[in-house]
Nanobody
Framework: VQLQASGGGLVQAGGSLRLSCAAS????????IGWFRQAPGKEREGVSC????????SNLDSVKGRFTISTDNTKNTVYLQMNSLKPEDTAVYYC??????????????????WGQGTQVTVSS
């Protein structure tokens, strides 16, 4: 199982970034994929997740209306489109996966596989 996160960078407040999580080594449509973030000195939090089999999603309240999670099942890739970025969105972002045919979870302890992080820095 491999999860490859990419797309982070430095952006000004109000700007946008799109993160990608390319998955391989497992049956993509039998899993949920989540995006998590961890800022220095803070706990890892679940930002957004999607259950691949039915496209159901769950989002952290603070990102609703700004972040959108989506998939390209032909590429086994999950995207996190982040708009109207704020300095408080600065963190290392990780994608993760676990098998489910149910709604997705944003709890880190439910996830079995993790990718490396990608840094997102939003300047004010």
């Amino acid at each position: 199982v491999q999860l490859q996160a990419s797309g982070g960078g430095l952006v000004q407040a109000g700007g946008s970034l799109r993160l990608s999580c390319a998955a391989s080594g497992f049956a993509f449509d039998e899993y949920a994929i989540g995006w998590f973030r961890q800022a220095p000195g803070k706990e890892r939090e679940g930002v957004s997740c999607i259950s691949i089999w039915d496209d159901s999603t769950s989002n952290l309240d603070s990102v609703k209306g700004r972040f959108t999670i989506s998939t390209d099942n032909t590429k086994n890739t999950v995207y996190l489109q982040m708009n109207s970025l704020k300095p408080e969105d600065t963190a290392v972002y990780y994608c993760a996966a676990y098998p489910t045919y149910y709604y997705c979870s944003r709890r880190a302890q439910d996830y079995d596989f993790w990718g490396q992080g990608t840094q997102v820095t939003v300047s004010s």
